[in-house]
């Protein structure tokens, strides 16, 4: 594949990006910064000016694989990380909008690209009125990581 996992990103607050216990990692919510910048701002929907679907399901996917670099560090590696187990997707919706699983599906995808069928996941995809710095979409992943 031709990704390279990004560095990870500083904590917004007062948390750590990633935790490990007893085998599982946990990440705190990733959003979907590129290069130290949002890819896209504001609320996933179908009226003009809102972020497309499309664009939020590619948001999704950076997002995800900023939680894989988090995970991957907090593992000692991404030959660590042994399955996902499960992911959390918020989408910051617009008022009708219900497609919030073909969104996250970004993210499901990218995991199954990675990690192969280690790669398969329960998963939430969640509506919201807002995220952090406006971002449309943000990720939660859940790993178990080799002793």
């Given amino acids: 594949m031709d990704l390279q996992l990004p560095a990870v990103a500083a904590p917004l607050g007062v ?9 599982i990692v946990y990440t705190s919510g990733q959003l979907p ?5 949002l890819l896209a701002t504001g609320v996933v929907g179908h009226r003009d000016g809102d972020v497309t679907p499309e ?11 900023n ?3 988090a995970a991957a560090d907090a593992a000692g590696g991404l030959d660590n990380i042994v ?11 617009a008022p009708g909008f219900t497609a919030q699983p073909a969104v996250i599906n970004g993210a499901s995808a990218l995991l199954g690209e ?9 998963r939430s995809a969640v509506g919201v009125t807002a995220l ?12 178990a990581v080799s002793s």
């Fill in 15 to 23: 948390y750590v990006p990633a935790l490990s216990h007893a085998g």
């Fill in 33 to 37: 910064l590129g290069h130290g910048d």
């Fill in 55 to 65: 664009l939020a399901n590619d948001c999704a996917r950076t997002a995800v694989l």
């Fill in 67 to 69: 939680a894989i670099a």
């Fill in 83 to 93: 399955r996902v187990i499960r992911v959390t997707g918020f989408v910051a919706s």
């Fill in 114 to 122: 990675v990690f192969g069928d280690a790669g398969s996941h329960a």
């Fill in 132 to 143: 952090p710095l406006g971002a449309p979409v943000e990720i939660e992943l859940t790993v």
